[in-house]
Structure formats: C-alpha cells, structure tokens
C-alpha cells in the first residue's frame, strides 16, 4: 500500500472516531488537507530548509498535516492547537500511523507552557491572523533559540476581497462573505487600540509584518508571495496553495526570519 493511501486510511479511521464532534465545515477541511497525502507539505518544508533540526514547534497546527511532515524530517515536533479536537485528532493520528517523534497538546499561540528559548525553529501557517499576532510574535519569539528560524504566513487585503466576491469554499457553517467583513471591523480594532475579537481574522500587511519583526529582534527576513520562498537549492522548487495577489491587492504570502 502506498504512503498516500495509508494515511488517507488512518486519517478515515480517526475522523469516523470522532466524527460527532466535527463541524461540517472541519470536515470538508480534514478531508480537503489529507486528500493528496504529506509529500506537498514535506516539498514545501524542504524548500525553506525546515529539515534536519532538533526540535521544532508546529505553532497551531490544526488537524497536523503540517506536524506529520515536519516529523519526517526533523527529529522531534511538539505540536500545539487551541482546539481539543484537533490537538487530540493530531495525538490519535500519529499513534495510528506509529509516529513516535510528535507530540500534541492544547494551547494558545499568545500563551504557550514551552520554556524560553526551547525551539530550533517555529512553523506557523495559516493561523496568527486568527490571534492577537503582536503579542502571539512575541511569545513565539520568547520560545525560539537565537539562531533560530520562524516561517509564518498572512493574509493581506486582497485575500478578503477574494473571500467576499468568491465565497471560497463556502458550507452550512462557514460564511466567507461574513469572515470578510468581520475580518475589516476586527483589523480596525486592534490597529487603533489593540483589542482582538476572539474567532475572527485580521488583515496583516506584510511591511506591518517586518516591521513586528524587526521590533521582536529578527534579522534576514525573507517575504514572498504563499509558497513561493524558495530557501534550499537542493530542494525542487516550491508549489503554491494560493495566489500571492487578488483584486490588485496582496493575497496570501510567507515569511522566513531569524532570531538574534
């Protein structure tokens, strides 16, 4: 059995275990991230050179697909998510498929239980927009090694111009038009007195981005457009999940940075 079918058949397995506690909208999610296997996630590592460490932090690692690369190849991750299900979907899944360097627990990105200084690297991807992202920086500075390296990416103006005009992947329980607009009302409240509504998205510019950075003593900060980094020459180039641009304006992008 290939590599590919053996996780789609565990990650069935799990999500059947669990099933009553999934919204239909982390169904569709769930299936939508394991439906072509790990080895795009584990390219796209290879292509910022997230391999060969340590220890690594998979900072909101949702339902894990992005934990379960890292494992292969790193030699430990500690994976963190403010949902108990899918922090318990990652510790069932990895159990499953015998994966023995991978850990998981609950936790905020803003507020974690790590020791200071504690990671070789931090990947977070697709989540400091949903969280107050200064102070969650911060703390992820706090955590990471000086020497270290963190990848995060977010969401510029444009990608919420294409969720109110698209309705991308739109379910019962998911309304992309209304994440949108939240997504303005929210960003203005915490730009002018930094208040976070807790569940909604906010629109992070990337100059805004380096500029927190800079602030939090990172150096050699590299921004492209989502999957478009392409930081070891060893590895094929990278594929994007998204474009880097809608509506004229920046869609998703990433960043790679070091800590002094």
């Avoid at 069932?92 to 020791?115: C, R």
């Avoid at 998703?252 to 002094?260: G, H, L």
Wanted: proline residues 3%; charged residues 20%.
């Amino acid at each position: 059995m290939s590599s590919k079918k053996i996780i789609i058949n565990a990650v069935n397995h799990i999500e059947s275990l669990i099933e009553e506690r999934l919204s239909d909208n982390d169904r569709m999610f769930l299936q939508r991230v394991y439906a072509d296997g790990l080895q795009k996630y584990s390219d796209r590592l290879r292509a910022i050179d997230f391999v060969g460490m340590h220890r690594v932090l998979d900072a909101g690692c949702g339902f894990g697909q992005w934990s379960l690369a890292l494992a292969g190849l790193n030699q430990f991750v500690e994976s963190c998510d403010i949902s108990q299900t899918r922090a318990n979907f990652l510790k069932a899944l990895s159990g499953q498929l015998s994966i023995a360097n991978l850990n998981s627990q609950v936790s905020q990105i803003y507020e974690m239980p790590y020791e200071d200084n504690y990671f070789d690297a931090i990947f977070c991807y697709g989540v400091i927009f949903l969280t107050p992202w200064k102070e969650s920086l911060a703390e992820l500075k706090r955590v990471l090694k000086p020497g270290g390296r963190i990848y995060v990416n977010a969401n510029g103006l444009g990608w919420y111009i294409f969720l109110w005009n698209d309705e991308h992947n739109k379910s019962v329980d998911y309304d992309p038009k209304a994440l949108a607009a939240n997504a303005l009302s929210s960003s203005l409240n915490y730009d002018r007195s930094g208040f976070y509504v807790q569940g909604t998205s906010l629109i992070i510019e990337p100059q805004a981005l380096k500029n927190e950075l800079e602030a939090n003593d990172f150096y050699e900060i590299k921004i492209a457009a989502e999957g478009c980094l392409h930081l070891n020459n060893k590895a094929p180039c990278p594929i994007p999940f998204f474009k880097g641009e809608y509506g004229g304006q920046v869609g998703i992008y990433e960043v790679v940075a070091t800590k002094y």
